[in-house]
Structure formats: structure tokens, C-alpha cells
């Protein structure tokens, strides 16, 4: 199972198991990081999964598709490497990304 470090708004450091085929939002919801809201539930919707992408992992990430892109315009403090942890599919090749969790107000 891919082990995913998430850092929340507080720079406190947590690697959680998230299993294969689910989101980095659902991960993060299973094991209870702070900030991340997801209050459209994971429908690229409301920019409050909005998290910043380790540089070093952007490549593996990807960038967001056209309506991920949309979506974060709504997202306070938007980064070259923000992303919507809902938009992004947990699988072994992001075993060991690092999230930085962005300031998710609602």
C-alpha cells in the first residue's frame, strides 16, 4: 500500500497507508488530516481538497485537466503546484509522495 506524507497548514508531518485506486482526498479523510475539507465530496467542485505538490513529485502527479483547472481558480493562495487531492488516483507509482495541505477555509 503507498505510504503518502501529508504536511497540514501547521507544518505537522504525517505518512498515512492510502490504499490503490482511491483519491489522495479520500486517503486523507480515512486518516483524519486536518484541512482537508472536501465539501462537494470529491467532485472537483469547491477547491477545498486544495493541496501543494511536493516539487519533486509534480511529474509522477501530473497537472490538473481543464475543468481541475477551473475549479482551482476558487482556491485561495493558488500555486505551479496546486492541486485537488480528489483529482489525483492513489497507485504505487506515488508511493512516498508528499502533500503540503494549503489553507482550506471553506
Not at 469547491?46 to 511536493?54: F, L, P
Request: proline share 4%; net charge negative.
Amino acid at each position: 500500500m503507498p505510504k503518502i506524507t501529508f504536511i497540514d497548514v501547521d507544518g505537522n508531518s504525517r505518512e498515512c497507508e492510502v490504499p490503490n485506486g482511491i483519491s489522495v482526498m479520500e486517503g486523507a479523510i480515512q486518516n483524519g488530516i486536518e484541512g482537508i475539507l472536501a465539501i462537494c465530496g470529491g467532485s472537483c467542485a469547491c477547491s477545498t481538497c486544495h493541496s501543494y505538490i511536493d516539487e519533486a513529485w509534480m511529474d509522477a502527479v501530473g497537472k490538473p485537466d481543464d475543468i481541475e483547472d477551473s475549479t482551482l481558480e476558487l482556491a485561495m493562495d493558488r500555486r505551479p503546484n496546486s492541486r485537488l487531492t480528489c483529482q489525483i488516483e492513489v497507485t504505487d507509482a506515488l508511493d512516498g509522495l508528499v502533500v503540503r495541505v494549503a489553507q482550506n477555509d471553506g
